[in-house]
Each structure stands twice: as C-alpha cells, then as structure tokens.
C-alpha cells in the first residue's frame, strides 16, 4: 500500500528550527523525485523545495539559505530542516513522494500534512 507520512511539525518562536520528516511506503521512492509544499488557508499550495531524482533541488525564493531539503534512501525518508523560522513559513506542509512505472506517466502520492506555526 502506497503511503506517505510527514512528521515533526509544531509551534516555535520566530528564529527557532523544526525538521519535517517524510516517510514514503510501499511502491514510493523517496530516491526519485519528491518535494515539500505548503499551503496556508484561502491560498494555492505552494512549492517549498524539490529535489531530483538525480539530487538537483530548486528552492522557493523565500526560503533559499534557511530550509534544507535530504533524504536517507535507506529508511525511505525525506526530511525538510528548517532554521531561522519566520511567521510566513506558518502554513501546512505537505510532502510529495513519486512512484515511477515502466513506460507510464509517473504517479505522485501526497501526505495528509504537518502544521507548522510560528509565532511569538
């Protein structure tokens, strides 16, 4: 069964650090390409960062310098660390994991999503 988590989501002050973890399952890679988004009440779901599957990552202006994407093949985890928070980073984040099938468009699965909210 094809399934995506996040995990590490909370609240933290302005300036403060959290790591958002992403744990794909089942036919999903976290080796191909997966990204984070996020998406704030009466807003489009925007990109954070995404990362090839060949290690190339492309970053949101606003967040270039302070979030960091990885990801350990092994436990078929993606993370997203996350420094120097401000209260714009609040939003729900979402991770994207991709399944690739043999002569077939590629399926993207999405996770239910992590509250991430900074405030003073």
């Known amino acids: 069964q094809e399934q995506v988590v996040e995990s590490g989501g909370g609240s933290v002050q302005p300036g403060g650090s959290l790591r958002l973890s992403c744990v794909a399952s089942?036919?999903?890679?976290?080796?191909?390409?997966m990204g984070w988004y996020r998406q704030v009440p009466g807003k489009e779901r925007e990109l954070v960062v995404e990362i090839t599957s060949g290690g190339v990552t492309k970053y949101a202006d606003s967040v270039k310098g302070r979030f960091t994407i990885s990801r350990d093949s092994a436990k078929n985890t993606g993370y997203l660390q996350m420094n120097s928070l401000k209260p714009e980073d609040t939003a729900v984040y979402y991770c994207?994991?991709?399944?690739?099938?043999?002569?077939?468009?590629?399926?993207?699965?999405w996770g239910q999503g992590t509250q991430v909210t900074v405030a003073a």
């Open positions: 994207r994991c991709t399944r690739i099938q043999l002569g077939r468009p590629p399926i993207n699965y």
């Open positions: 089942g036919r999903i890679s976290v080796s191909n390409s």
